[in-house]
């Protein structure tokens, strides 16, 4: 009688050996790329709004810095409903890098991963602990009144 509980795992897709180079072209640029980059890359940015350091010619300037590569974004807000205008970056240097020659991308999300984990066997660092959420992200906060054109609030 065979045990059913445990699920069968499958094996994984075999790659082509054109899709096998491409992954390796990745991975070998991968390799250089510092931790910061590395994780902005694989995770996506960690965005903090910051003051803008310039003025907006129309609309409102919303100026948001990465805690990790320090690359800014620059968003361009509608006064009047909110909408994105434009949105910009400005990137750190050695940020953005050129097209491969070879065709492949320049990075797969499966190349990133596989740094991250080799960088996470053989180069160990101390990670921080999870926190715990406080009160101030699980309670509601006190809504603040809505003031219209005239200025009456509502």
């Known amino acids: 009688m065979t045990d059913t509980s445990q699920p069968k795992l499958r094996p994984t ?6 899709a096998q180079r491409a992954f ?4 070998a640029r991968a390799r250089d790329l510092p931790d910061a980059y590395l994780d902005c890359r694989s995770l996506g940015h960690a965005w903090q709004e910051c003051e803008p350091d310039r003025p907006a010619k129309f609309g409102e300037l919303h100026v948001y810095q990465c805690l990790r590569c320090l690359g800014i974004r620059d ?17 750190a240097p050695g940020y953005m890098q050129p097209v491969p020659e070879d065709g492949t991308r320049l990075y797969s999300a499966a190349a990133l991963r596989a740094e991250r984990r080799r960088r996470r066997i053989e180069m160990p660092r101390t990670y ?3 926190k715990q959420w406080d009160e101030t992200v699980v309670d ?5 009144p809505i003031t219209r054109k005239n200025g009456k609030a509502s």
Not at 140 to 144: A, D, H, N, V
């Open 128 to 130: 921080p602990t999870v």
């Open 13 to 18: 897709k075999k790659m082509t050996s054109s």
């Open 75 to 91: 968003d361009l807000i509608s006064h009047k409903y909110g909408e994105i205008l434009s949105r910009g970056y400005r990137h």
């Open 140 to 144: 509601p906060q006190p809504e603040s």
């Open 24 to 27: 390796l072209a990745q991975a």
